[in-house]
């Protein structure tokens, strides 16, 4: 049962405009949320992260949005930029060491 | 600058062969994992440790078994390799709750493994 979704698999933008990645989640247990960047033949780094006391989270040019209620987190960027390209993870955690992940989205941002 | 380093960047194994993939960490985290990563199903967990000698399973972890016998390493053994492994095999430490500023995973970057 996947617990964390990423309903689309891939995104594509143009450079300046905004992104916005979805994230879905099922376990109403969880309380923190974090977004990890990953490009090809690297491992994921950290991104941005919102613990479930908010609903938004600003750090440059991404921001976190979160609805409890819908149970839905999106991750905005904004202007996007070629090097914003990467697969984007959304993860959750329930008050424990261990992260859920989700499947991916694919961002790629042309010129 | 903290690190998680894997072994191998790239490795090609034969099936059958029993497969060491090597993890350390250098910020003294008690935590440590091992996910594969797949296309279309993202980051699986196959194994964790919260402490020296202590593992547990994850999602995933047929076909896998763990070492931890210091707190900077964590081995993934692949028993008998099989064509099904071949993966992207990525390592990761945390530090424990209770959450502080550096809450979350410091990721290795990858072993790229295919099983011929």
């Known amino acids: ?111 | 600058d903290v690190k998680v380093t894997q072994s191998s960047r790239y490795l090609v194994k034969r099936t059958g062969e029993k497969v060491f993939l090597e993890c350390v960490q250098d910020m003294d985290h008690e935590n440590m994992f091992w996910y594969r990563q797949d296309p279309g199903l993202g980051l699986r967990l196959i194994y964790f440790s919260y402490d020296v000698k202590m593992k547990e399973k994850g999602d995933i972890p047929e076909g896998y078994s763990v070492s931890r016998e210091k707190k900077e390493r964590f081995s993934l053994i692949l028993e008998s390799a099989s064509t099904n492994q071949t993966s992207m095999y990525l390592c990761a430490s945390s530090s424990p709750l209770p959450r502080t500023a550096n809450y979350g995973y410091t990721f290795g970057s990858g072993t790229r493994l295919t099983v011929v």
């Open chain 1, 1 to 111: 049962d996947q617990q964390v979704k990423q309903n689309s698999p891939s995104l594509s933008v143009q450079e300046g405009r905004i992104s916005i990645l979805n994230c879905d989640y099922t376990n109403s247990m969880f309380d923190y949320f974090l977004w990890y960047k990953k490009y090809p033949a690297e491992g994921p780094t950290f991104l941005i992260s919102i613990s479930s006391i908010k609903d938004k989270n600003e750090d440059g040019r991404f921001t976190v949005f979160l609805n409890k209620s819908a149970k839905h987190l999106s991750l905005h960027i904004v202007p996007s930029q070629p090097g914003d390209s990467a697969v984007y993870f959304c993860a959750a955690s329930a008050n424990t060491d261990k992260l859920i992940f989700g499947t991916g989205t694919r961002l790629q941002v042309f010129p």
